[in-house]
């Protein structure tokens, strides 16, 4: 069983940034695609960011292109969202996935098996 757990979450001003952390354990995490997303209070768990296990490509939501930035280093077991130019509208909590099956970069948070716990990213105006 895989066991992720999320840090680097916390409360910045608008324009700001952040990064977060997804520690892996349990398994080997270099044969996982990596998945972001993000929920705020009563909205829908949505995509964010994603990479692939076997060439580190990666894939974003089309409006954060630009700003967020996902990463992996698979000698610490760790998948990294580094957030800039961070507004109000992104405050959520954010979880880490991640899914062991090879093939298309995925970005529904149903094609994930193993999820973090998630850590709260609060901005403000």
């Known amino acids: 069983q895989l066991q992720l757990v999320e840090s680097g979450g916390g409360l910045v001003q608008a324009g700001g940034f952040l990064r977060l952390s997804c520690a892996a354990s349990?398994?080997?995490?270099?044969?996982?695609?990596v998945g972001w997303f993000r929920q705020a209070p009563g909205k829908n768990r949505e995509f964010v960011a994603s990479?692939?296990?076997?060439?580190?490509?990666?894939f974003y939501r089309d409006s954060l292109k630009g700003r967020f930035t996902i990463s992996r280093d698979n000698a610490k077991n760790t998948a990294y969202l580094q957030m800039n130019s961070l507004k109000p509208e992104d405050t959520a909590v954010y979880y880490c996935a991640a899914d062991p099956r090879s093939g298309s970069i995925r970005s529904g948070p149903d094609e994930y098996d193993y999820w973090g716990r998630g850590t709260q990213v609060t901005v403000s105006s």
């Open positions: 990479i692939r296990w076997s060439d580190d490509f990666t």
């Open positions: 349990g398994r080997n995490f270099n044969a996982y695609q």
